[in-house]
């Protein structure tokens, strides 16, 4: 009954929260019955002792988020209706006869719309498996200027695209396709930050070249610094001028700060200080939308060793075990948010480990992945949940900022075929399996172009609200 109770307390904490008031609407009665239904299905499983493996007081939490979180709308968004169905930037009006005519013109859409969000409202998107879908990605392998090279895979020789035919589908419910006008269309005027490591930028620039592809005018996008720069300064950001938003990326792979000094006798030391949050070269915490995430350089060696690298105040850990590092860090992260977002204009998400599928050895001892074609069809070959997420759950749930978890974990289990591999790099014309290969990030397009479809399948079920 405990697992139940903190299940509970954390809900009703949710909706007491003076600064996230929700709706007294048809939605708000909606996300009561899910919180109910929810309760219910917990205590009876854990009576009988038959609750699936899966269907944890997290994962039900995590639905109870996106209900409760998403169901209302973003204060950020003015609660005129007219201005939701504007194009304008200046008055943000429509006449009557306009508003008219488009109800006229999109009365079946809308319809439509209307029936695809009812289901969100009740599903977890991501629960689900990829399925063969032969329609066109989002946009074209070769066609985006602003990939990384080590993610472009066409142009870096990969001869099959077999990985762009599968598409995720959630159990129980349906998630419309991305749109990029629309898209840009909710966030004019508005700044969007992802702060994290590399598989953030993976998403990072999988936004930017879908938001890219609707534009009609690509010479009103515009790179506010250079390359090189932007990877000097961790720093990296694209304004939509047509639609006066930007969709930037900080650097911060730890998310806590990390140090690097020299002794007296010259010798590099480096030491990660999870007291203190890493301070941006630019500030982000007053954006509109921030995606954090963080994971993947807590695997690497020196990190998971945890030998004289882990600091708090003046203690220099001899040996800290690294997911206790992870969860003090995380905690560091969470206190920062709490303190400094505004949750009456920022809205906060956390994107989940992103799966990777070395074979026969680690990334720098031979590890691969450049035969694989096809996703993982059999649960029974997926790696165990890992239990850095089963922390960051854990955290976010005892935070006083609503956060909405990406659960990409799962999701990215599958998709082993979805990798660079040896095509992470230009112009290598002999490539053998010797050489280094990655496994962790992804082609694009690709999958992450998946994980931004569910976003913006969450930011539409906010913003169709208001509308509503």
Not at 183 to 203: A, H, P, T
Not at 318 to 326: G, T
Not at 345 to 367: I, L
Not at 422 to 448: E, F, M, N
């Amino acid at each position: 009954m405990a697992p139940f109770k903190n299940l509970f307390t954390t809900s009703i904490n949710i909706s007491r929260t003076p600064s996230f008031p929700l709706p007294r609407s048809r939605t708000h009665c909606l996300a009561i019955a899910l919180l109910l239904v929810s309760l219910f299905f917990f205590s009876s499983a854990s009576l009988t002792n038959q609750l699936p493996s899966f269907l944890t007081a997290s994962s039900l939490a995590s639905s109870i988020l996106f209900a409760a979180n998403y169901i209302s709308p973003f204060s950020s968004i003015t609660s005129s209706r007219t201005c939701l169905v504007s194009d304008s930037t200046d008055s943000c009006k429509l006449s009557s006869v306009t508003a008219m005519e488009r109800t006229r013109m999109n009365s079946r859409k809308e319809e439509e719309t209307d029936g695809v969000i009812a289901g969100l409202s009740s599903c977890d998107i991501f629960d689900g498996n990829w399925v063969l879908d032969d329609s066109d990605p989002v946009y074209q392998p070769g066609s985006c200027p602003f990939l990384d090279d080590a993610f472009n895979c066409f142009n870096n020789g990969r001869p099959d695209l077999d990985y762009l035919r599968y598409r995720w589908k959630p159990h129980g419910c349906h998630i419309p396709r991305f749109d990029g006008r629309q898209m840009l269309r909710m966030l004019r005027g508005k700044r969007m930050v992802f702060v994290g490591d590399s598989l953030n930028r993976n998403m990072w620039q999988s936004l930017v070249c879908a938001l890219r592809e609707s534009v009609e005018n690509k010479s009103r996008i515009f790179q506010i610094e250079g390359r090189r720069e932007f990877r000097n300064r961790g720093f990296y950001s694209f304004n939509f001028v047509d639609y006066n938003c930007s969709i930037d990326f900080v650097k911060s792979p730890f998310l806590v700060q990390e140090w690097r000094s020299s002794d007296r006798r010259g010798n590099r030391r480096e030491r990660l200080r999870l007291d203190m949050i890493q301070t941006p070269s630019f500030n982000y915490h007053d954006a509109d939308i921030i995606i954090f995430n963080t994971g993947h350089w807590w695997t690497h060696q020196k990190t998971y060793k945890g030998k004289n690298y882990f600091q708090e105040g003046r203690r220099v850990y001899n040996r800290l075990e690294v997911n206790e590092a992870y969860q003090k860090a995380l905690r560091t992260w969470a206190k920062w948010v709490d303190s400094n977002i505004n949750r009456s204009h920022t809205r906060v998400f956390f994107g989940g480990y992103s799966a990777s599928h070395f074979r026969r050895g680690k990334w720098d001892s031979g590890g691969h992945c450049h035969e694989e074609r096809q996703p993982i069809t059999n649960d029974t070959q997926l790696k165990p949940y890992p239990l850095m997420m089963k922390i960051l759950e854990s955290v976010i749930s005892e935070m006083k900022t609503p956060v909405f978890y990406l659960n990409i974990t799962r999701m990215t289990g599958y998709r082993k075929d979805g990798h660079p591999s040896v095509y992470r790099k230009p112009d290598v014309h002999q490539r053998t399996p010797g050489i280094i290969q990655d496994c962790s990030h992804w082609c694009l397009p690709g999958v992450p172009d998946s994980w931004n479809e569910l976003f913006y399948a969450a930011y539409l079920l906010s913003y169709h609200d208001l509308s509503s």
